[in-house]
């Protein structure tokens, strides 16, 4: 008897064990996950996601400091890939835990993002006028007339080139504006055979120039829909290929296969122009020994009807979840990026980023010319620029029909035809998306 | 006959119990102890497994989700990209798994020669790729492998080639440095298998093949290979399961690119759930064909390699 109960209270000494163990298991998960305080009450502190320390951060820090009201404000310090999988992950799993009060979206992820989770995210139309912004950054950030996304920097392209070679073959800025990618292509021969240097630097898995040239001519590989493939018969997109494949066999692209070489490549000054969203302007500067080098062109536009020499590469805004806190967050965003003109100087003076404040765009900062880039007025040039830009509808499945594109214009370069490489794509396009 | 049986064990357990016998008692003792892992497993690996089951039979964007019969399995037979990973991944196990398990025994037989000086060196430098971080080393390939990487500058100085080859952005290049990359990183891990088996092959029977006149070539494939059987089929097994699911090495090398050249399943369900629109039901799908086909591999290893028992 006396073993038995011996075995009885071992048993019993386990299980006790075993429960606090996964007692201590699951209120670890909990503590871990909720972040602070009651999740039905408002919290102290608001927090923000974002990615770039010397760009979105900055802005966001900046913001902070421009706002009246006392508020305890956290941002926190993600890469763009991660904030995109955690908003992911924690959106689909249902709870709310831990997810920032606002964060920073990519207008091309946005719908994706707006779509897959409805009432995860919280209209601010009353806290800021829409009208304020540049028309093209509208339709990403909104949905069914609700606008959700506060539009921050602007991706509006600009060619950014090396005075010095251009010179060498005898071309001025004159010559570089208002062009068609056919003539930059020419030029790019001739600057190609005189100075020895490449004419632009690519990556073969990025395609972003391809979205500049299209969206340059008001197409996207969608129709304005968001949902309907639009790849075959898609002519902004066809010449856009065609270009592509030219420039390739112009024999002046220098490959790069990640952002590192990329920016390599014209910091070494290894290629004679950069056509890119005006957000590159400072890893160009940080290159100090080709100050006075570099000037800014209008981008190119494709050989057609409808087509402007101004278009847009990246570029993002701020979103509010719908969660606890979201009137503060939308309050602070609306009365800084929403409204306030000074601060847009500021942007620009302290960290060179661009909004899509209209009515900021007058103001002295924006006049400012750029020492680096020859004296130019770069801001100012860049904000005629953005009010340009055709306006398209993204949808969603920005970048799962340009890998599907990415596979075929490896086809089309190794000699398939357009026509069928266009027509490939669309049917896989349409097989994955329906 | 039980009921004596039930008599004779009362006085012992002690029990009022008297159906309960000692094998139920032992069972029970048995089952409480295993139970913490029992549950453990259940609710970490076959309770996701089971949800996931469920979740490769849904579809739609993100948070809304809805039952969709078989229609995520049917359209993986009309999916070019998924059928391109899939290719890809194949190419990755035929010709990786191979080259690295030979590379493997090649390395371990002359390591285990008892001439060999400096045994422990040269054993540790073959095994310490593995102890790198799979990003790290997959990075330092990127960079050596790069347009204007040590690579081309060797091969350049060498002047075996005239001009700089793309590595990261042919597709079949691309493919030779992922391989390349997995071998030099797994190849140590396999060795160190085969390794301490060879300890075990008893030093008699090759003595008594030299008296009878073999060779060393006679020797590895009559000794040494066939006592290595049931490790070589372990390790190709181990590299199977490991290649089908690569995902690391071409995410941070090539980034699936150029096109989908190198893109592998497990980098395909990443992009599903993470980098498109995310459509997670799908992306399930898509991970259950990896486990349907490490089970079908691993039985056909199984078949052909090993004993009848």
Redesign the interface.
Known sequence: ?K??QWKKSR?FA?ALL?LI?LAACSSDEESGASGEGDPEEDPDTITAWAWDPNFNIAALEIAEESYDEDIDFEIIENAQ?DI??KL?TG??S?TMKGMPNIVLIEDQRAQ??L????D?FFPIDDYINPDDFAAYKLAPTSLDDKQYGLPFDTGVTGLFFRTDYLEEAGYSMEDLTDITWEEYIEIGRDVNETTGKDMISL???DLGILRVMIQSAGEWYVDEDGTTVNIEGNEPLRKAFENYKAMMEADFV?????WS?FISAFNSGDVATVPSGNWIGASIEAEESQAGDWAVAPIPRLDMEGAVNASNQGGSSFYVLNIPGKEKAAEFLGKTFGENEEFYQELVNDVGALGTYTPASDGEAYQAGNDFFGGQSLISDFSTWVEDIPSVNYG??T??IE??L??????YLKGKSLDDALADAQA?AE??LK | MSKAIDKASAPYTGSSKKSAGPGFKKNYMGWLFILLAVVGIGLFYFYPMLRALLLSFQSGMGSNLEYAGLDNYIRLFSDPTFIAALTNTFIYLLVQVPVMIILALFFSVLLNDATLKFKGFFRTAIFLPCVTSLVAYAVIFKYLFGVDGLINQFLLELSLISEPLNWLSDPVLAKITIIAAITWRWTGYNMIFYLSALQNIDRSMYEASKIDGATSFQRFFYITVPMLKPIILFTSIISTIGTLQIFDEIMNITNGGPGNATLSISMYIYNLSFEYSPDFGYAATVSYVIVILIVILSLIQFKVAGDDK
């Open positions: 008897m073993e038995f048993l386990f075993t163990v890939d995109v999988s992911n959106l689909s249902g994706s993002f779509q897959s989770y409805p995860a990556d073969p898995n220098k490959a790069n296969s990640d070489q969603m499945h970048y799962s890998d599907i990415a596979a075929e214009m490896q086809n896989q097989a994955q």
